[in-house]
């Protein structure tokens, strides 16, 4: 904000495109804190002057999601997706937000709550951003898997889309999902 308020944005600029080019950094310490500065910037400057683009940088972050790491995953990294969902989805393709949904699956399986709760909250964001079909899709797909708090988490996903894009946009989807044919009454 200081930066902003010196009017050095073309200085913040400079420093998003390193800190961009040090996403492939080995230790998770570090890592998360190149991606905090990424957000920091990403706030400050916003989704239409960021340097590096947005469009260039959320593929960069789809490997990062995969890194098991506290500070990586839900203080930075599903963080920015999620902000990057929710003001700058139109700078990405709707391919690579189902991506990123894939890839959020996986952190639906997460210890620590507040990394699960910052998932189910991108899946809302990326629902809002690229409509709830394909999203819904991904999560009712997700409901048949054995683990609990996976099937609980992805549930509570299902219901922030449809508090994000309106409940008559989940339940055709729902209804058709757990259909009851005559035969089976």
């Known amino acids: ?37 990424l957000k920091s910037i990403v706030n400050v400057i916003g ?24 500070k990586v995953q839900e203080l930075n990294c599903i963080d920015l997706v999620g902000r990057i969902a929710d003001r700058g989805a139109e700078f990405v393709l709707s391919r690579e937000w189902m991506r990123i949904c894939f890839e959020l699956l996986e952190m639906l399986k997460a210890h620590k709550k507040g990394t699960r709760r910052a998932t189910v909250n991108t ?44 409940p008559f946009t989940v339940l055709p989807a729902l209804m058709n999902e757990y259909r009851v044919t005559a035969d089976q009454s």
Do not use: W
């Open 47 to 70: 989704m239409t002057n960021m340097n590096p683009p947005i469009r260039d940088l959320l593929p960069r972050l789809a490997p990062i999601l995969k890194n098991r790491h506290e």
């Open 1 to 37: 904000m200081v930066m902003r308020q010196c009017e050095e944005e073309q200085l913040l600029g400079h420093l998003g495109v390193v800190l961009f080019e040090s996403l492939r950094e080995d230790y998770p310490e570090v890592l998360g804190s190149i991606l905090g500065a």
């Open 123 to 166: 899946f809302g964001y990326i629902a809002k951003a690229i409509g709830p079909q394909d999203v819904l899709g991904t999560l009712l797909n997700n409901l048949k898997v054995q683990e609990r708090q996976n099937r609980v988490c992805t549930t509570v996903a299902i219901a922030i889309v449809a508090e994000t894009c309106s």
